[in-house]
């Protein structure tokens, strides 16, 4: 493969920025956490404004945090309720600093694609809207009403709506991803692709058939009444911080806690809380009582190993079993059947380890078990996360307090815009109630998932490519690919905050559309405006910016999806687009008819705090088909290394969010003002003939295929043999679009087939 090119191809610029090293942090949080968090919000908001955004933040009628989705204590919540990881989100959000036409002018596109993913973000907030036209270099101002027409036209010129992609990032409110996902369908297509697609679609997919519902199970007050919390592939210290305070709790009450992970992540070791005086000055709490350094994707033979030992050791709860689950015989048997030498070889830990895992959970009636993308973007992710329903069903560990399954979710509202239809495969009843309420007959053949979206715009069959959010070109796996893919489009569309990518690698005409971040005020007809979000814990609360806009021509995401849909469908349908952007109530109003669980939506989400939406095996009800949990007999992973292979597992630095890049640290792990580094073996460089700190390019192998990511440096750290770390989206180039998930489609961000080799000037 050629060398690649930020301009064309899309990849950030193959430049380092001076690694320094120090030991991987053995605690998280902590004194200098609060200090971070401070010295980000205050530099860039400044003082008084930063302030401002924090003491609204997570509290009762105030922002909800626009970072993870881990949910806020239903009581008691400290003036305090953020981490450090929110501060940095809101710090980027209310930048004082603005990006205005004159910069546009000043720089040409291929100049800001040579810039780094870090500078992008340091440029400030957006401000108007701008268009870039066919063969144009640089983007120039357009008003709101050209850029609804100019996509209208589009839109309405196409053979049919389904040339047309509607991308959702999971930042949007409720209230905006109900109203686009009724405007995507009333156009006439289901494709409405998902950062969800890449992230936790594995989890629904293997949780729906199983217990009924594609969402987790617990609430947060369940992690105090736990018995033992089984964390894995999750690195909450940094990607959901405020979860250590409940693992805190937990321990406190006398949990127990594993986690299986290839790097000894600091925040699953021990945590300094920042919230009591003694967590300031160092005085931590040790988390972990069993730390399981799995080979990557090693996790599916490590759940059926304790299946195995469970069954032998009859530590299965049979009252359970028999009343509320099927298909137990069948898992027996086939467990029966597990080698311990693929066993040992897949987990890469020793059989005591594992036995040692198996006895506590066999000792345990109220588990917990939590994930995140360390069990999802693998091929086999669907069936190693139904293994852990298979534990959890096996201990009857689910329906009651302090037990049960939790996915832990990515972005702030990603769930809820599921909730609110934005699903490329939306199940029957949802379409016959937006049938019923809103008169029209929404199209029923599924849509384009992500990846699905990526070949049809390659394959020109997809023509127009709307973002509500997100960065889709530096997100999505196989960026050189994507490149050409949104390269080819007619028209590109990017609603965000910041510059990023997505908008510089763009279609022949190209819009940005600047809208409001979530801390700000939004005012409708002069009347302030407060949106609802829903978090991991299936909690539907409101959310209110307090904030002056970054510029007075931002418009709300409501508002943009409310007036593209009335300058593309115009009074096609009875829908009042206008009436839903000036009242955010009647949107709400609406949604209480379309989706179970939000009767009296408006009325009961004014109650501080919000409410919990239904959730059947909480309550011990399954609601599969007839009634009872299932029990699955699932793959082990079919993936084999070549001599020389490792597989790779590209994840995120305590510096970023997802494709923001925060700063260029990744403090817990001791790697510091560089992201273009490799964490190997110490046993792994050797074999090659490389040494620490010497520079690699790294290939990756698929079905006879290879890609390259140039120049990374080799840092030597406590990662499993055969196993490899890089920071996404510098190496998302590496993953082949077709490698996904069974069942889910899911990219397999976390296992890629790689080999290294000494970089060579070319
Ligand atoms: N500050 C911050 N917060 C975030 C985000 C962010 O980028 N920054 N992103 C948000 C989003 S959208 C998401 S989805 C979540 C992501 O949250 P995480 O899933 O925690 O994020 P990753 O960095 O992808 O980390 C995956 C973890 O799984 C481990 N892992 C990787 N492969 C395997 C494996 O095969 N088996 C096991 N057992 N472990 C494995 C890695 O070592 C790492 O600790 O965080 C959300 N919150
Ligand atoms: N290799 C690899 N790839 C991955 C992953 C991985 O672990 N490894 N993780 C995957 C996962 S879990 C996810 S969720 C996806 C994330 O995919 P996306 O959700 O598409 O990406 P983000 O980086 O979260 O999006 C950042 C952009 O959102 C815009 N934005 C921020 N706030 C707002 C807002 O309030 N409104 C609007 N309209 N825009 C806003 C900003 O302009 C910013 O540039 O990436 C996936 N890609
Ligand atoms: S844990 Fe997540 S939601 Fe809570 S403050 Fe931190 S980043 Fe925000
Ligand atoms: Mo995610």
């Known amino acids: 493969m050629a060398d690649t090119n930020p301009t064309i191809d899309g990849v950030p610029p193959e430049e380092f920025t001076g690694l320094k090293l120090t030991p991987p942090k053995t605690a998280a949080a902590g004194f200098t956490a609060v200090v971070k968090s401070m010295k980000e919000v205050w530099g860039k908001a400044g003082i008084l404004r930063g302030t401002k955004a924090l003491t609204v933040l997570n509290q009762k009628g105030g922002v909800d945090c626009p970072s993870c989705a881990w949910p806020d204590p239903d009581e008691h919540r400290s003036f305090a309720e953020f981490c450090e990881n929110g501060a940095k989100a809101i710090a980027w959000e209310t930048d004082s600093r603005r990006i205005t036409p004159e910069f546009f002018k000043q720089h040409s596109i291929a100049d800001l694609a040579a810039q780094s993913d870090y500078w ?10 701008m268009v870039v036209r066919v063969d144009g270099t640089h983007y120039e101002p357009i008003s709101w009403d050209d850029a609804f027409q100019l996509i209208a036209t589009e839109l ?15 930042r949007a409110s409720n209230e905006a991803a109900f109203l686009y996902q009724l405007f995507v369908r009333a156009y006439g297509t289901n494709n409405l692709p998902d950062c969800s697609n890449m992230c936790h679609e594995s989890s629904g997919s293997a949780l729906s058939p199983t217990v009924g519902i594609g969402k987790g199970t617990v609430k947060l007050e369940d ?53 009591y005086p003694g967590g300031m000055l160092g005085f931590g709490t040790d988390l972990t009582d069993l730390m399981l350094p799995i080979r990557i994707n090693g996790d599916s033979a490590f759940l059926q190993a304790v299946i195995k030992i469970l069954f032998e050791k009859n530590a299965i709860d049979t009252a359970f079993i028999e009343e509320k689950t099927e298909g137990i015989a069948e898992l027996r048997e086939t467990i029966a059947g597990l080698s311990w030498d693929v066993v040992l070889e897949q987990t890469g830990l020793s059989r005591e380890q594992i036995e040692q895992a198996a006895d506590l959970i066999a000792k345990s009636e109220r588990i917990i078990t939590c994930w995140a993308m360390g069990l999802t973007q693998h091929k086999n992710a669907v069936g190693t996360i139904r293994d852990v329903v298979n534990i959890i069903l096996l201990r009857g560990s689910i329906g009651k307090p302090g037990a049960g399954l939790c996915p832990v979710r990515g972005h702030s509202n990603v769930q809820g815009d599921r909730t609110m239809g934005i699903w490329e495969k939306p199940p029957a009843w949802f379409l016959e109630n937006l049938k019923k309420v809103f008169g029209f007959d929404p199209p029923t053949h599924h849509g384009h998932d992500t990846v699905e979206a990526i070949r049809a715009m390659h ?46 690698v763009h279609g022949q005409t190209a819009l940005i559309l600047p809208c409001l971040g979530r801390t700000e005020e939004d005012l409708q007809g002069g009347e302030p405006q407060f949106v609802t979000t829903e978090n991991s814990m299936g909690v539907v609360q409101m959310s209110q910016g307090k904030m002056r806009p970054a510029s007075p021509q931002l418009l709300s995401e409501t508002a943009i999806v409310a007036r593209l849909a009335k300058a593309t469908l115009g009074s096609k349908f009875t829908i009042d687009w206008e009436g839903f952007s000036q009242n955010y109530d009647r949107i709400r109003e609406l949604i209480s008819r379309v989706i179970p669980g939000f009767d009296n939506y408006n009325e009961r989400v004014r109650i501080p705090g919000g409410f919990y939406l239904p959730n059947g095996p909480r309550d011990g009800n399954f609601k599969t088909p007839n009634g009872k949990a299932k029990f699955t007999v699932n793959p082990l992973s079919d993936i084999r290394l070549e001599p020389g292979q490792m597989l790779m597992m590209t994840i995120r630095t305590h510096d970023q969010f997802n494709t923001t890049i925060y700063g260029l640290d990744d403090r817990y792990r001791g790697i510091k003002h560089e992201r273009r580094v490799i964490l190997m073996n110490k046993a792994d460089v050797a074999e090659r003939g490389l040494k620490a700190g010497e520079i690699v390019d790294i290939t990756s192998h698929w079905a006879g295929q290879q890609r390259v990511a140039h120049k990374f440096i080799i840092v030597e750290y406590p990662i499993p043999t055969k196993c490899a770390a890089t920071y996404f989206p510098e190496t998302n180039v590496l993953i082949p679009l077709e490698s996904v998930a069974d069942t889910s489609n899911t990219p397999t961000s976390k296992s890629v087939v790689i080999t290294v080799s000494r970089h060579s000037e070319s």
Do not use: W
């Open 120 to 129: 992008h973000g340091q440029q400030g907030r957006l401000t108007e809207p």
């Open 156 to 170: 309405n010129s196409l053979a049919s709506p389904s040339e047309a992609d509607f991308y959702t990032s999971g």
């Open 223 to 275: 992690f105090e009444k736990s018995e033992l919390i089984l964390i894995l592939g999750q690195n909450p210290g940094t990607n959901h911080p405020r979860m250590l305070s409940a693992l805190q709790k937990a321990k406190k009450a006398g949990a127990k806690i594993i986690a299986v992970n290839p790097l000894p992540e600091a925040g699953l070791l021990n945590f300094r809380n920042p919230q």
């Open 459 to 504: 394959s020109e069959e997809v023509k127009v490519f709307i973002g509500l959010g997100g960065n889709f070109l530096s997100a999505t796996p196989d960026t050189v690919y994507t490149a050409a893919a949104l390269r080819k489009c007619r028209l590109t569309v990017q609603v965000s905050i910041k510059l990023n990518r997505s908008h510089l």
